[in-house]
Nanobody
């Protein structure tokens, strides 16, 4: 069983920064790609960013490209999401997830384990 625990969310003013962390249990973390998704009230859960198992490839939603950076530290079984130049529309619950198959990085159905989420609120 894999457990994912997010942290680092909070309240920040527009233009500010946050770094989210996702700590994973288990010894196979380095074999899997990881992703971040977010869900705002009344909206579908949407893709934010993903990183390949090697860390060599990263993928971003157009809405966060150039502002967010995903990274991983396999020695710590942790994936990060650095968020800069935050906007009120970034307000959501952010979830990390493990990509369990070889399908699209952008498709939430390709992810098999999810964390409980961390709230990010950006005030204007």
């Amino acid at each position: 069983q894999v457990q994912l625990v997010e942290s680092g969310g909070g309240l920040v003013q527009a233009g500010g920064s946050l770094r989210l962390s996702c700590a994973a249990s288990g010894r196979t973390f380095s074999r899997y790609a990881m992703g971040w998704f977010r869900q705002a009230p009344g909206k579908e859960r949407e893709f934010v960013a993903a990183i390949s198992w090697s860390g060599a490839l990263t993928y971003y939603a157009d809405s966060v490209k150039g502002r967010f950076t995903i990274s991983r530290d396999d020695a710590k079984n942790t994936v990060y999401l650095r968020m800069n130049s935050l906007k009120p529309e970034d307000t959501a619950v952010y979830y990390c997830a493990r990509r369990g198959s070889g399908g699209s990085y952008y498709d939430r159905n390709e992810y098999d384990y999810w964390g409980q989420g961390t709230q990010v609120t950006v005030s204007s």
